[in-house]
């Protein structure tokens, strides 16, 4: 190649190189400038930073939440129940955790107010999914002396998001297509997360992939094997621990007044994924279904103080009924 082409090929390659680096540049301040793109893949939770450590604030539209000294919510309990009676550990993310209306409200506070002698100590946070859960249950829930222990699963469980830590980093199952180089891809370039984030707003006016139990709720569905995989694994430390595993089925809220609610056939896809994997699960979907959605929901679509009594009604039977060989009638 002549010199003169040489110089021409060179000088053009460090402009386009200049010139991707300006295009990230500019990706990466976008991101920090506004809360239209989700930015990149969460750290802390590969980390260590698997929830609200103690004394942890969570301020959402003015309701204050502070971790107690055990990193849970609620009343402190010492480490072991008191003589006569049994605990609960729940993991969970938003829905579980009271989200908009206060842990207080929540259902796994109304198990611990109608079941007297049962300790229900409540270790959900919003926006965790499997993943976090079962390091959650690892490294901090574990260590409380649970009897049973319930983990509150909902649809985006199954998304691969990255407001949590890279699932296709941490899953070992394997992956559709060119998804998991994708996905390595929006870990160290915001370019790549940014023309994804702008992708899903053409597709449907969100920056997050389709939250839909349609889509995810579907054992082909990387996200909902990968939560599937988890499960399993969590069953398998809570039972060396000597104590009960359920999954609570907890089903998106809207259409649940619907001729046809597309949620019924979603939740029978999940009993039956979990069934397939010895997984006990106790779905709230039939103590929801046919009421109004309205009433069901709060204005960002998480349970209402009236559907965590309902689920609480529902739950505190099942509770029951899984810890009938220790409570008394």
């Not at 199952?173 to 370019?191: C, F, K, Q, V």
């Not at 430390?237 to 046809?260: I, K, N, T, W, Y």
Request: hydrophobic share 40%.
């Amino acid at each position: 190649m002549p010199r003169s082409r040489r110089r021409t090929v060179l000088f053009a390659s460090l402009i386009a190189l200049v010139g991707l680096l300006a295009v990230e540049g500019l990706c990466r301040f976008a991101e920090g400038a506004t809360d239209s793109l989700v930015g990149p893949y969460e750290k802390g939770g590969a980390d260590g930073g698997i929830g609200f450590g103690p004394g942890g604030r969570l301020d959402h539209e003015g309701v204050v939440t502070v971790f107690n000294d055990g990193a849970y919510v609620g009343p402190l309990r010492p480490r072991r129940p008191a003589e006569g009676a049994r605990r609960v550990v729940v993991l969970g993310d938003s829905f579980t955790f009271g989200w908009a209306i206060g842990p207080e409200h929540a259902w796994p506070a109304g198990v611990d107010a109608a079941l007297p002698t049962v300790e229900v100590l409540n270790f959900a946070v919003p926006g965790q999914n499997t993943w976090l859960q079962l390091e959650h249950y690892r490294r901090t829930a574990r260590h409380w002396n649970a009897d049973l222990v319930l983990l509150g699963w909902y649809v985006n469980d199954a998304l691969v998001d990255r407001r949590s830590p890279n699932v296709h980093r941490l899953c070992p199952l394997p992956a559709p297509g060119l998804s998991r180089p994708l996905a390595r891809a929006m870990e160290y370039s915001a370019t790549a997360r940014v023309l994804y984030d702008l992708a899903n707003i053409a597709d449907h006016g969100g920056p997050l992939p389709s939250w839909d139990s349609e889509t995810l709720v579907r054992e082909e569905a990387f996200g909902f094997a990968c939560s599937m995989r988890w499960l399993e694994e969590l069953k398998g430390l809570v039972e060396a621990d000597g104590a009960r595993f359920a999954v609570v089925g907890m089903p998106h809220l809207d259409g649940l007044d619907g001729e046809q609610d597309p949620e019924e056939a979603a939740q029978a896809r999940l009993a039956e994924a979990l069934a397939r994997r010895g997984l006990d699960h106790i779905p709230l979907y039939p103590a929801l279904a046919g009421r109004s959605s309205s009433a069901m929901q709060t204005h960002d679509l998480h349970p209402s103080v009236a559907a965590h009594r309902v689920m609480t009604e529902a739950l505190v039977p099942e509770v029951r009924s899984r810890l009938a060989d220790t409570l008394g009638p």
